[in-house]
């Protein structure tokens, strides 16, 4: 995965026998030893060529090189610290948080903004800290990412992971600063965060509710890098320095699959800002060796489990106690579809991240970089899976233009998506109206499965239930089916539960104690045991109040 550096036209036709060609090797170097091989091997056949004024022109641009390395590194080293001491009476912390999936996109623009921040503000009080939105052990399976760090020099022991940081808090506390790249709403797990926003850079549907105390800077190109570029490029752009320029010129060309028309992702900005930086720095890698590293690292699934495939690139969505799993697949869906037990990798992954159901929309590219895309909705739950396949069937802005395919499981329907130019970023805005509708019309109603419940009666070994079936069984015992809140609250009326309650261990479906027990009073509570005194000398039966 490794990319050639470009050669100068002079260079390529010299023909001397003694000059070394650049190694091509797959090893991944560590921090800071890529680029300065990229240097080295930029100048190293013209100074033999050329003599000792040609060497003087070497070490000048190694030390060049090497005093930016120094600059991001020590940047991330002082963010590092910085946290370290945070609770020693330090001013506030200015947090860059990207989104939740931490692609290559959103590392690099938390990353860029944050070090344009803390260069170009150097009065500000705050310390700048670049916060990747996932835990420290999910990243190694972001090979794109692992990739162009250590390309650009950036150690990725340096970097700061959402559970490395409390934002909770630094907020209580006061002392917490936030500005968000490539998204521009926290999600429902952080909305107690929403009032530290004071910046916004993003490039998907906006979703904000416009505020005087946050600027927003959103517009629908391809990369969200393309707008930390241009961002930087407007306000200091002595501070785009090589380092930084290939982070951001990586994430531009990934995103916009090599800046190809055909993958409906590229604009006419993204391409100018491309450009922008190939002319500023002319020793930037090729273009397309690049993409095809960085596109090759990215499909490389190699050796994962389908809960690493899923986490790889996800994203979360949630309103109220319904949460759902978007994932980027990178593979066909019929490759996905005859994962050994995937089944009982979709049941424990749900079960162990609460997710009610996941979307998984696979994705490849054919040898014109044009895509093709499938889905695939999974969930225990029958009415999560008809609930969220008919959303998106139904869905009209954008129409998805999705047709059902064969699926071999009856818990997963399985799509193709003829609009192949709607990505994730077109997807997520259905569901999270969908979301919206869903929490407005009913809560816990229908057959919702019960979380608590899975924990009982969830079989991770796969033995075979009652029935003999052999399939992985991840259910609830008890189907919980509850009253509409609309209209029941005002109506006053309570439901008397007088049956029996149904054995935990018979096959009956429904339990008539799952919405709770008899609403008792203490003064019913009191006529009870005031009865019992009563007859204690007696043969009667005695019941509670409200039983007959």
């Not at 030390?63 to 002082?78: D, I, V």
């Not at 979307?359 to 009415?383: G, K």
């Not at 069937?393 to 130019?421: H, V, W």
């Not at 796969?462 to 015992?477: T, V």
Request: net charge negative; glycine share 6%; hydrophobic share 35%.
């Amino acid at each position: 995965m490794r990319f050639v550096p470009r050669r100068s036209p002079k260079r390529a036709v010299q023909k001397e026998p003694f000059v070394r060609e650049r190694p091509i090797t797959d090893t991944l170097y560590p921090s800071g030893a890529s680029a300065f091989q990229n240097v080295v091997y930029e100048y190293s056949s013209n100074c033999i060529c050329r003599g000792h004024g040609s060497v003087n022109i070497l070490f000048g641009r190694i030390s060049r090189e090497c005093t930016t390395l120094a600059k991001m590194e020590g940047f991330l080293q002082r963010c590092s610290a910085a946290l370290k001491g945070s609770s020693e009476g330090s001013s506030g912390i200015h947090v860059v948080l990207g989104n939740e999936a931490c692609d290559l996109d959103s590392m690099v623009s938390s990353l860029a903004f944050a070090y344009f921040l803390s260069t170009a503000s150097g009065s500000s009080c705050k310390t700048v800290v670049p916060v990747l939105n996932i835990p420290r052990a999910e990243f190694p399976l972001r090979l794109d990412n692992v990739f162009l760090l250590k390309e650009s020099g950036v150690p990725s022991e340096a970097l700061v992971f959402r559970d490395e940081v409390d934002l909770a808090g630094l907020h209580r506390a006061k002392r917490l600063v936030l500005s968000l790249v490539d998204h521009n709403v926290l999600p429902s797990a952080d909305i107690d965060l929403e009032e530290a926003v004071v910046e916004v850079i993003d490039h998907h549907h906006l979703e904000r509710t416009p505020s005087t105390s946050c600027s927003v800077t959103m517009e629908t190109v391809g990369s969200c890098a393309t707008l930390v570029t241009e961002y930087i490029h407007h306000k200091a752009p002595e501070v785009l320095d090589r380092q930084v320029a290939q982070l951001l010129y990586g994430a531009i060309v990934l995103d916009c699959v090599n800046m190809a028309p055909e993958a409906g992702k590229v604009t006419p900005k993204d391409s100018l800002l491309a450009c922008l930086l190939e002319s500023r720095f002319p020793d930037l890698p090729p273009r397309g060796a690049l993409f095809q590293s960085l596109q090759s690292a990215k499909f490389d699934i190699s050796g994962l489990s389908t809960e690493q495939i899923l986490l790889k690139d996800m994203k979360a969505v949630s309103e109220g106690d319904l949460r759902l799993a978007v994932s980027s697949v990178y593979m066909t869906l019929d490759m996905f579809l005859q994962r050994k037990s995937l089944q009982r990798e979709l049941c424990e992954f749900c079960h162990k991240h609460r997710f009610g159901a996941v979307v998984a929309m696979t994705i490849s590219f054919n040898e014109r970089s044009e895509p093709h895309r499938q889905l695939a909705v999974y969930s225990s739950s029958t009415l999560y899976r008809e609930e969220v396949s008919q959303a998106l069937e139904k869905a009209r802005n954008p129409s998805l233009c999705i047709s059902p395919m064969s699926s071999p499981f009856n818990d997963i329907k399985s799509y193709l998506q003829g609009n192949a130019l709607a990505s994730r970023k077109k997807v997520l805005p259905i569901l999270k109206d969908f979301l919206k509708e869903w929490d407005k019309k009913q809560v816990h109603c229908g057959e919702t499965e019960d979380f608590e419940e899975l924990d009982n009666h969830f079989d991770p070994t796969g033995s075979p239930g009652i029935d003999g079936d052999s399939r992985p069984h991840c259910f609830s015992a008890s189907r919980h089916h509850r009253r509409r809140l609309l209209g029941a609250e005002d109506s006053g009326m309570e439901e008397d539960f007088q049956v029996p309650a149904t054995p935990m261990n018979s096959l009956v479906e429904g339990c008539p104690l799952d919405a709770g027990l008899p609403q008792i009073s203490a003064e019913a509570i009191l006529e009870k045991f005031s009865c019992m005194v009563g007859e204690a000398g007696g043969n009667k039966d005695v019941s509670w109040p409200g039983d007959q």
